[in-house]
């Protein structure tokens, strides 16, 4: 099956660093990748939907100059906390559906990034 | 408000047991229901619904869909301890809204 990878698996940054995170499609082109978030024993809360060559488009109450997406190409997508701050820590996770397929047919996951901000 | 719920939170059964995980969905633009399971970090998709009524199988799991009544269940039959994980919910469009998971304990 399709294979997404993303990296790292688990961060521990200083309060008011900045820290990126990348989710790779390794053997299939997407169009679209999403980012969410989680919390421990909480639902997958979607952030932003990152759309190769153009600007993400984010959820509400999601500030975009903190969450900066980049969708350079179509197999690699980042997520940059900037300015990271205690609260930011959380479980985050991204998802990617092969090119061609409709948005939300077979979303394969990255195995997520627990971030750590201290 | 879009939002997906879903029933029970958690669930904790022996091997053998036969469970149905229940989803509800109330979101402005819908165009499939999809059920992950979500083990230690990344979900691993299992079905996607997007007519009612057509049961989808896949081994001892099985899941339908009731788009007049907004509601999907999943059914896991003769459980074992390697279906003990998050089973996650998720319902919309272009965006999809998750569920909180019920997590499903099975017990040898």
């Known amino acids: 099956g399709a294979v997404v990878s993303q990296h790292p698996s688990w961060v521990i940054c200083k309060s008011g660093t900045s820290v990126k995170i990348e989710c790779r499609s390794l053997d299939f082109q997407a169009t679209t990748m999403f980012w969410y978030r989680q919390f421990p024993k909480q639902s997958l809360m979607l952030m932003a939907t990152s759309n190769e060559g153009s600007k993400a488009t984010y959820e509400q109450g999601v500030e975009k100059d903190k969450f900066l997406i980049n969708h350079a190409s179509l197999t690699l997508s980042t997520l940059t906390v900037t300015s990271a701050h205690p609260e930011d820590s959380s479980f985050y996770i991204c998802s990617a559906s092969p090119r061609g397929r409709g948005v939300n047919e077979k979303l394969f996951f990255g195995s997520g990034t627990q971030l750590s901000v201290l | 408000e879009d939002k997906v719920v879903q029933s029970p939170l958690s669930l904790v059964v022996h091997e053998g047991d036969t469970v149905t995980l229940n989803c509800s969905y109330e979101?402005?633009?819908?165009?499939?229901l999809l059920w992950y399971k979500q083990e230690k970090k990344a979900p691993t998709f299992l079905f996607m619904l997007t007519s009612s009524g057509i049961e989808k199988k896949s081994g001892r799991l099985s899941s339908i869909l009731d788009k007049k009544e907004l509601f999907s269940i999943l059914n896991i039959t003769a459980t074992q301890t390697g279906d003990s994980a998050v089973y996650l919910c998720a319902a919309g469009a272009n965006n999809l809204f998750f569920g909180t998971g019920t997590r499903l304990t099975v017990i040898p």
């Open positions: 979101v402005t633009n819908f165009r499939s």
